[in-house]
């Protein structure tokens, strides 16, 4: 699989790191509840279809992006380009 990074263009995929689905919003760490957190670190969804994404180019520029990529086929259905 290669992945479009807004920087360097297409790069295969050895290059990344994917944080996951890019839809949960942290909870305010002093304000959130241990119940809160734990929900936040532990209970993700897995969809199948287009899911948004987090992912890291570790071996490259070490940019933050978000594409969409369809779960079932891979195919990246909005990059991460601005």
């Known amino acids: 699989m290669r992945l479009p990074c807004p920087h ?3 790069r295969d ?3 990344f790191v994917c944080r ?3 839809a949960p919003r942290r909870p305010d ?3 959130a509840s241990p119940d809160a957190m734990s929900r936040y ?3 993700r969804d897995n969809p ?3 899911l948004r994404e987090h992912w890291f180019h570790a ?3 070490r940019a933050w992006f978000e ?3 369809d779960t079932r086929t891979h195919a990246i259905t909005r990059d991460g380009a601005p």
């Open 8 to 10: 360097c263009g297409w």
């Open 13 to 15: 995929l050895a290059e």
């Open 20 to 22: 996951g689905d890019a």
């Open 29 to 31: 760490g002093l304000a």
């Open 41 to 43: 670190v532990l209970e």
């Open 48 to 50: 199948a279809g287009p």
């Open 59 to 61: 071996h490259g520029c």
């Open 67 to 69: 594409i969409e990529r």
